[in-house]
């Protein structure tokens, strides 16, 4: 069985950083893409990023590029988030999600960039 | 980038009803269309990938078809668990996009 399980979120100022991990297994991970998709409170789905299952293809949505950067260590098995210069719209459920045809999502977790 | 706009945004139905939801793309996606259900305060679910293949586990009163640039869902004999949000969100190029919702309501 597929399990995705998000950590690293929680509160933080304007301007600063925050790293999300995804601790994946049930399925070969390196042989996977993988995203992240965030949710703002009471809004629809927006894809933030995506990183091919040997790290060497990735994709920004322009809202976050040049401030986050994605990355995975396949040895862990384990997808990253690092973000920064955060801003208040980027407050968020924050779901790692496997293949870019989306099958299987984490359980998600809160960022909230707020003073 | 590729738009995806589903319609209707929100839709009553009664259970035992059947129901339909359509996505457009603002251009040519082929089959590359993946339909999610979700619930308050819960993940999405994926229900259906490449425009009308089940995923596993998920029961046959969900349907999908077309390509191209216009989609449907289609759910059979509702339920009062298939009352929720509904998404679909398309891989055919980058950036990946999705439909702004359509959430079905108990009418």
């Known amino acids: 069985e597929v399990q995705l399980l998000e950590s690293g979120g929680g509160l933080v100022q304007p301007g600063g950083s925050l790293r999300l991990s995804c601790a994946a297994s049930g399925f070969t991970f390196s042989s996977y893409a993988m995203n992240w998709v965030r949710q703002a409170p009471g809004k629809g789905l927006e894809w933030v990023s995506v990183i091919s299952g040997g790290g060497g293809n990735i994709n920004y949505a322009d809202s976050v590029k040049g401030r986050f950067i994605v990355s995975r260590d396949n040895s862990k098995n384990t997808l990253y988030l690092q973000m920064n210069s955060l801003r208040a719209e980027d407050t968020a459920v924050y779901y790692c999600?496997?293949?870019?045809?989306?099958?299987?999502w984490g359980q998600g977790t809160l960022v909230t960039v707020s003073s | 980038d590729i738009q995806m706009t589903q319609s209707p945004s929100s839709l009553s139905a009664s259970v035992g009803d059947r129901v339909t939801i359509t996505c457009r793309a603002s251009?040519?996606?082929?089959?590359?269309l993946v339909w999610f259900q979700q619930k308050p305060g819960k993940a999405p679910k994926s229900l259906i990938y490449?425009?009308?293949s089940l995923q596993s586990g998920v029961p046959s009163k969900f349907s999908g078809s077309g390509s191209g640039t216009d989609f449907t869902l289609t759910i059979n004999s509702l339920q009062p668990e298939d009352f929720a949000t509904y998404y679909c969100?398309?891989?055919?190029?980058?950036?990946?996009?999705f439909g702004q919702g359509t959430r079905l309501e108990i009418k």
């Open positions: 999600a496997k293949e870019r045809g989306i099958d299987s």
């Open positions: 490449a425009a009308s």
């Open positions: 969100q398309q891989y055919n190029s980058y950036p990946i996009t």
């Open positions: 251009r040519g996606i082929g089959n590359y």
